[in-house]
Every structure is written in C-alpha cells, then in structure tokens.
C-alpha cells in the first residue's frame, strides 16, 4: 500500500533513459512496439510533439509508469468544436 497517492509529474530529459529501459522490456515491447519513435517523440515534446502532454507517474518518490496525454480537437459541419481527451497509459515497473 503506497503512503503517498500516485500522481503524475512532466517527464524531464534525465527520464529518457529510464523510459528506454521499460520500453525494451519484453512485455512492454508487446503494446509499445516501436521504443525509438516513442523516444523520438519524447525528445521533441516541446517542439513537433508539443500538443501531447507527456508524464512520468509516481509512487510516491518511485517512478513507475508513462502516461501521455492529449486533446484532439474536431470542427463539425456546423462549426461546433468538439475536443476528446485521449489518454494512453502504461505502468511499468
């Protein structure tokens, strides 16, 4: 049972090597596929990939797990705009 809730903090530069070594796990590769395009997009969430909002989610002071998320927005014909929140997410200890 954790002390503290599980909450999610802006994934930093000193991540990406972490976030490579869950990607090659085995049984995250299953769902991940691609771990280079994965890191790609990280590396370049504050420029081409600045519309995902990426996260690194937390135990506490323990990292363990990803999450991404983002809002894809649709105009209608009638000009209505309506956004969904699309979320991905994968714990991985």
Known sequence: ?????????????????LLEKWLNKPYIL???????????????RNGSFAFINHFIVMDGSRSIGFCH??????????GILSATLIKHTASII
């Open 1 to 17: 049972m954790c002390e503290q809730p599980l909450y999610l903090r802006p994934i930093e530069d000193g991540d990406i090597a």
């Open 30 to 44: 299953r769902w991940y596929e691609d771990p280079a395009a994965w890191i790609d997009e990280i590396e370049q």
């Open 69 to 78: 998320i983002m809002t894809a927005i649709k105009r209608e014909k009638s």
